[in-house]
């Protein structure tokens, strides 16, 4: 817990120091805007995914594809691999250990209020192992399914359409599906701390 305390803080101090800095553009001159598709607004990108309780740790990396279609809007396209553990109690989950790996994605969207400010939602296929153990009598089992999820959440940033940048974010699921990689044994919503970068694509120079 207090490894997973001091990443998070090391990742807020890093996006406040990089907010405080003028980051230089990474192409020389501006970018005139183009009607239709334009190249210089397309990111690629990807962050960590944590989430724990007293009793569960949750860990994942999230690839991601996106176009900034105004300078308040981003939308794209995200895939996570996620690993989830649960530790066995008597009185939080009868004693049974829980461990699973899932993978999936889904499309993205982020609303800019403000330029350093995000409102994050995501709609979420995932498909999931699980893995169990009674510690009462010894007995494993497993199961595979599938679980949909909706995530929403805020998140802090220094966004410049065309910039390379650093985000961290808290999301958590909305839906209460009882195989959410993000939710406990008893369904309640784990936090997800999630930090990352973008990293814009630009046209080749001739």
């Known amino acids: 817990m207090k490894k997973i305390t001091v990443l998070i803080c090391t990742c807020i101090i890093i996006s406040s120091a990089l907010a405080q800095r003028n980051i230089p553009p990474t192409y020389t001159a501006p970018v005139p805007e183009k009607k239709g598709f334009d190249i210089n607004k397309m990111f690629i990108g990807g962050s960590l995914a944590l989430g724990f309780s007293s009793y569960s740790f949750n860990i994942g990396g999230t690839p991601e594809i996106g176009y900034s279609l105004t300078n308040w809007l981003d939308a794209g396209l995200a895939i996570n691999l996620n690993y989830n553990s649960m530790r066995a109690d008597p009185y939080y989950n009868n004693n049974i250990r829980q461990r699973s790996f899932n993978y999936g994605g889904g499309p993205f969207v982020r609303i800019y209020p403000m330029p350093f400010l995000f409102l994050q939602g995501q709609l979420e296929t995932n498909w999931i192992k699980y893995n169990y153990l009674n510690l009462n009598n010894n007995q494993s089992s497993s199961l595979t399914t599938n679980s949909n999820s909706i995530l929403a959440g805020i998140g802090y940033t220094q966004r410049i359409v065309g910039q390379s940048g650093f985000y961290t974010a808290v999301l958590i699921d909305l839906n209460t599906d009882i195989y959410s990689p993000y939710r406990d044994y008893n369904n309640a919503a784990l936090?997800?701390?999630?930090?990352?970068?973008?990293?814009?694509?630009?046209?080749?120079?001739?």
């Not at 930090?195 to 001739?206: D, N, V």
């Open 191 to 206: 936090p997800i701390f999630r930090a990352g970068f973008t990293f814009y694509l630009h046209e080749r120079k001739k």
